[in-house]
């Protein structure tokens, strides 16, 4: 296959080098590293109240939403003012307390799989590993490995692991809402989920490919900085300050190139997203009006009203 080949063409080139050039994954991400990642907090029961306090905070905040049209569709005021900001009030406390546990949870649950990564990774990188995988991989590598890699599992990966479960639940109650309240919608919405599935397959191998590669333009910036300071008087002695100084800038640019393309494809495909947005919404506002029309057309035109007693 394709990644046989290419690993094939690695090792060859890896003969007679003593350094190593640094691997990347290929292809998907399996579903077994997020399983792993998952299996690191050691606590099924806080994986669990972590998804119930996610879904939860959606339903208590679309519960407000509803109840706020359901104001708003009052206009004969059947019930007093007090009453429906009472319940905004009373729903807006329920979905803060429920998006603090959430937090927290979300807090606790990432806290104890981000111990468990650092300490198996120090146990094999510290403690386990030999004397050659130092040969064979620079000082800058591992420290990307400590730095930003377990930076992006600290702070990113919580909170795009929630924001996947957000989305499905928005997505299921929007499409629940749809069906329920305009059927009509779906034959506009199903184009809609097609060009959006096209565009999606388009970007996701592009944006999958640059963030993997992002870690490895990163690693030669804290190489060139760690052989800097350790032989600044060497360097100084030599007269190498403009050529280290040139070799710093070239492993700078070369991370912000990678950093900028995969910038820019993240804009591109947020730009069609907005896009598809908007026709969304546009398409619900012509359904709504047409079938509101629908009625007032053909029904008789409203009187003046009666006359007072």
Not at 37 to 65: D, E, H, I, K
Not at 171 to 200: G, H, K, Q
Not at 243 to 253: N, P, S, T, V
């Amino acid at each position: 296959s394709t990644t046989d080949a290419l690993a094939a063409r690695a090792r060859r080139g890896r003969r007679g080098r003593l350094t190593a050039a640094e691997e990347r994954a290929l292809g998907a991400v399996p579903m077994r590293l997020y399983r792993r990642y998952l299996s690191f907090a050691r606590s099924p029961l806080l994986l669990v109240l972590v998804g119930v306090a996610v879904v939860a905070t959606n339903c208590a905040m679309s519960a407000q939403q509803w109840f706020i049209g359901i104001w708003t569709s009052d206009l004969a005021l059947r019930r007093s003012t007090g009453f429906y900001v009472a319940g905004v009030m009373a729903l807006g406390m329920v979905a803060s307390v429920l998006t603090f546990a959430r937090t927290m949870l979300l807090a606790a649950f990432s806290r104890r799989a981000s111990r468990a990564i650092h300490a198996e990774l120090c146990d094999r990188v510290i403690v386990s590993a030999s004397t050659r995988y130092f040969d064979a991989n620079p000082t800058g590598r591992v420290l990307q490995r400590f730095a930003k890699d377990l930076e992006q599992i600290d702070s990113d990966l919580p909170g795009n692991l929630r924001s996947a479960v957000t989305c499905v639940v928005t997505l299921a109650t929007t499409v629940a809402t749809i069906v329920l309240v305009t059927p009509r919608l779906l034959a506009v919405l199903f184009p809609l989920a097609w060009v959006y599935v096209r565009a999606l397959q388009y970007y996701r191998p592009v944006a999958r490919e640059l963030k993997r590669l992002e870690p490895l333009a990163r690693s030669p910036i804290y190489t060139e900085q760690n052989s800097v300071a350790a032989g600044v008087a060497t360097i100084r002695q030599m007269g190498l300050g403009d050529l280290m100084a040139r070799r710093g800038l070239d492993a700078i640019d070369a991370g912000s190139a990678v950093s900028f393309n995969a910038k820019a494809v993240d804009r591109w495909f947020s730009v069609r997203m907005e896009l598809l947005g908007n026709l969304l919404v546009l398409a619900a506002a012509v359904v709504a009006a047409t079938a509101s029309a629908g009625p007032i057309a053909g029904g008789p035109a409203p009187g003046p009203p009666p006359p007072p007693p």
